[in-house]
């Protein structure tokens, strides 16, 4: 309890005269603070934000065309009326192939009847000595030389989309090489077709074509078309485009690849598109 002054005097005994007062003291009792502790943020587990991503997922509206298949002609027709006012404008062809484990990811080369895009330049390093090494600059080879290239491959000094090798040293690079060149599909290889001695004959036909490599999930993308191509252009770019994936997955073999036990590599699911139109499936493919 204290006391506070109000400025007046008794009059018998002349002191001041004070009013008392009250004071409120702070409590610091458990239950008191709990009360005013900052609520705790509840953050959801993964297994809660899967099920709400699928349940999210599960209301959003579907292309029409995600559960539907249509033969080539009709999926050209519907994407050409898409694009009407866009002439110009691309197909897209994605191939999705089913990899397995110990299995090289799907790479070829192909020439399309009518190209939509213009070709990359190839960068070619040949490892080849002699009369083959002087063959392979006269093709256009860019770098030439033996096996004082693998140090320079290592330490990228030597930057090429396509490396060729000789049968007569290929197994000089592969113990240094192997490692650095196959997770990047560079490393050479006879089932490829890049171990040769055929350098000059395998670097004409490399002008020629085009190469096209899956990722690491086993897609493919490419632009197979311009919508302004005549229906039949169309139609050979996408056969011819699937006939090289088809060969270098196993799905299609000529009398020589016959002979070899070849893995296959399965293809579920074909699908063309463009910039503003719908990913259709494929039937006839």
């Known amino acids: 309890m204290f006391t506070n002054s109000i400025g007046l005097l008794c009059r018998p005994c002349r002191f001041p005269l004070t009013v008392p007062f009250a004071t409120r003291g702070f409590q610091t009792s458990q239950s008191v603070l709990a009360r005013h502790k900052q ?3 509840r953050v959801p587990s ?12 599960a209301k959003a509206r579907k292309n029409i065309y995600d559960s539907e298949k249509m033969p080539l002609l009709d999926a050209i027709a519907v994407l050409r009326a898409v694009e009407v006012a866009k002439p110009n404008a691309t197909y897209e062809l994605f191939v999705k192939t089913q990899i397995k484990n110990g299995v090289a990811i799907p790479k070829g ?12 330049e190839d960068k070619i390093l040949v490892f080849a000595e002699g009369r083959q090494a002087e063959e392979a600059k006269k093709a256009g080879a860019h770098v030439v030389g033996g096996p004082e ?13 396509t490396i060729l090798c000789t049968t007569s040293l290929i ?6 090489l192997g490692r650095v060149l196959g997770p990047l599909g560079l490393m050479p290889s006879e089932r490829r077709g890049t171990v040769t001695d055929d350098i000059a004959g ?16 086993g897609s493919i993308h490419t632009a197979i078309a311009k919508l302004h191509f005549p229906i039949d252009d169309v139609v ?22 016959k002979k070899t036990a070849k893995p296959v590599t399965s293809i579920s699911k074909v699908m063309l598109s463009s910039g503003q139109g ?3 499936q494929i039937s006839d493919f």
């Not at 080369?109 to 990359?120: D, G, I, M, Q, S």
């Not at 197994?171 to 240094?176: G, H, S, V």
């Not at 036909?205 to 899956?214: H, I, P």
């Not at 050979?236 to 690849?257: A, L, Y």
């Open 39 to 41: 609520p705790k943020i």
């Open 46 to 57: 993964k297994k809660t934000l899967a099920a709400k991503a699928k349940r999210r997922a």
């Open 109 to 120: 080369r192909v020439n399309l009847p009518r190209e939509a895009k213009p070709k990359t």
């Open 149 to 161: 290239l693998i140090d320079a491959v290592i330490s990228n000094r030597h930057q090429a989309t």
């Open 171 to 176: 197994r000089t690079i592969t113990p240094k």
């Open 202 to 217: 395998y670097i004409q036909r490399l002008y020629g074509t085009s190469e096209w490599r899956a990722d690491k999930s």
């Open 236 to 257: 050979k770019n996408v056969r011819h485009f699937m006939t090289s994936v088809k060969r270098v997955t196993g799905n299609q073999r000529d009398k020589e690849d």
């Open 278 to 280: 719908p990913g259709i």
